[in-house]
């Protein structure tokens, strides 16, 4: 476990009181919550967000559950190499892959938000698979098909987007703001936790690369989808945020149409359904890890 002295000093301990574990990989130090006992729930976060995303669903769930909540490498308070060769979606499903493994995880809810779904999903799709029911929260498991996303995944490539994500901090200064359905929820002090882990251009890469990665890693996210039959007998939860830019009602529905078994749940919120809903959110995934 770490030290609470390990911790940054913006760090605000009465949001997130809580002491991260460390786990140790080849490529960089990655922290996590393990908190509560009970039926086990991961939570698995998106760009440019961490573990803090999820700090009021782990305040619910945490007196009756086992709460494990990690930080990809990049993000967060995990390490943060200047690496983007090691930082793609890819990446973080196998160093997530070998979390769960170290902590021999079973019966697992599983719950993505973002890129949290290509990146936790994988361990739904795979034989023998830890994971026993599902919660997806305005995430996708598919290469887009809208050519809109290639030509954004293309700027944030480009000399001007790296600059806008590495030197302006733009994913967690402009785009967190602006994906949220009531931005009065999300205070000054909750921005600034999605800001600072990102102080400098160096611990800046991780963002970065996800958003070329929209389309860059379109064949990964092909190869997902070939295997979304592994979910056809999985409990499936849908938490949908409607008044999210991004991952609009065309996502949803093809969650929906391809998985007629899923229940489906909508709120009046925008992207960060964690920030904005977490009670109602909570309450889905505690009736999902009671069954």
């Known amino acids: 476990m770490a030290q609470a002295s390990d911790l940054p000093p913006w760090l ?16 960089g130090r990655m922290r996590y919550l393990d908190e509560g006992e009970g039926p086990t729930v991961l939570l698995v976060h998106g760009t440019p967000s961490w573990s803090f995303e999820w700090r009021e669903v782990v305040r619910a769930l945490a007196p009756r559950h086992r709460v494990i909540a990690p930080d990809h490498l990049g993000f ?16 973080h499903a ?15 809810v599983l719950v993505v938000h973002d890129f949290g779904g290509p990146i936790g999903l994988p361990l739904a799709l795979e034989e023998g698979s830890p994971v026993r ?3 997806v929260t305005n995430t996708w498991m598919w290469a887009h098909e809208d050519p809109k996303v290639a030509r954004l995944s293309r700027f944030v490539a480009s ?4 600059w806008l994500y590495r030197r302006l901090n733009a994913s967690p200064r402009w785009l967190v703001p602006a994906s949220m359905g009531d931005r009065s929820k999300l205070t000054r002090d909750a921005h600034r936790h999605y800001l600072a882990p990102f102080g400098s251009w160096a611990e800046r890469a991780a963002p970065w690369k996800l958003g070329v990665e929209l389309a860059g890693s379109s064949p990964y996210y092909a190869s997902l989808w ?12 849908i938490v949908w945020g409607t008044r999210d830019p991004a ?24 992207h ?5 809903a977490p009670q109602a959110l909570a309450s889905v995934i505690a009736s999902v890890a009671s069954r």
């Open 247 to 270: 991952f609009t009602t065309r996502e949803l529905e093809r969650w929906q149409q391809s998985f007629a078994h899923a229940r489906t749940h909508t709120l009046d919120v925008g």
């Open 76 to 91: 967060g308070l995990s390490d943060k190499p200047d690496a983007p060769e090691i930082l793609a979606p890819a990446d």
């Open 159 to 162: 000399p001007l987007g790296r």
């Open 12 to 27: 605000d301990r009465a949001s997130y009181p809580w002491t991260p574990r460390t786990f140790e990989t080849s490529e």
């Open 226 to 237: 070939a295997k979304r039959s592994a979910l056809a007998n999985v409990p499936l939860e």
């Open 94 to 108: 196998r160093r997530l892959r070998a979390l769960v493994s170290a902590l021999e995880l079973r019966d697992v």
């Open 133 to 135: 029911a599902v919660v």
């Open 272 to 276: 960060f359904v964690a920030e904005e």
